[in-house]
């Protein structure tokens, strides 16, 4: 999906809402995000199969910095940056620092990332993307600061994500209630435009469990993902329509509780041009050495 596309849409995402909602929640994060926790360590545990020496890594959307520390750790050499766009997070994430495991904090838009062109040799983000309106301008940032050759290995929700949500909402009203979240292969795709070799995308689905509606939602709120979208009511939800909506959601309930579908998509791509490849590639053609490639 373009930036045209995606600006004016009901699912378009203010900045300035996103840096407001992660920086009020930023505190109490770590209590509510359960899901995030075990998505992060996946994503940690997929760098053991590349073969890969970083000298300068990025935490894009890195929220309060558990990741930052166990690259830091993993990559005992390597400059560590946490960037996130939201002010709170950072502070939280700067909270983890220790003599052992220093990181820098940057506070920056995914799609603006003030970082020199090829200065970075691996991008690491843990369940950001979906909160940008233009992946395509996120990925081509990520090029950009990304040496040829250096890595991107990423998170994000898939279209299936909160689908019993979605679908309560949709018996109560036609608004935005939940974000949109993007296809795996729209995903490759917009990785290849920005000139990425050939991506490894795959997907799972997990479901976490709910004693009941209100539950999920105060956990949505405390990670900071509740509905920022611009196409959602501009008034505060009435009761009647809120008791509809709970009231739909329990056609969901199973032994007890209510589930709530997550979608994640796990990707990874290679800058496209290493200059340790050879002569130059032909237009359309990617080479990576094959130094750089482990069993998966």
Known sequence: ??????????????????????????????????????VRDELLDRLQWVRVEPSVIVDLGAGTG???????????AS?????DLSPGMLREAASHRGLLRRFDVLCADAARLPLRTASVDLVFSNLMLQWCSDPDAVFSECRRVLKPGGLLTY???GPDTLVELRRAWATVDDLTHVNRFIDMHDLGDAMIRSGFAAPVMDVERCTLTYADAHALMRDLKAIGAH??????????????????MIAAYEAFRREGRLPAT???????????GSAAAGDSPRDGEVRIPVSRITRR
Do not use: C
Not at 69 to 75: E, N, P
């Open 1 to 38: 999906m373009s930036r045209d596309d995606a600006n004016g849409t009901e699912f378009a995402l203010d900045p300035r809402r996103v840096r407001r909602a992660f920086s009020r929640a930023a505190r109490d994060y770590d209590g509510s995000a359960v899901l995030q926790t075990r």
């Open 66 to 76: 558990h990741a930052s520390v166990a690259l830091k750790r993993r990559y005992r």
């Open 79 to 83: 400059r560590v940056i946490a960037a």
């Open 155 to 157: 998170t994000t929700f």
């Open 227 to 244: 509905n920022i979208n611009a196409g959602r009511a501009r008034a505060l939800t009435g009761k009647s329509r809120l008791t509809r």
């Open 262 to 272: 997550y979608e994640i998509v796990y990707g990874q791509a290679w800058a496209a």
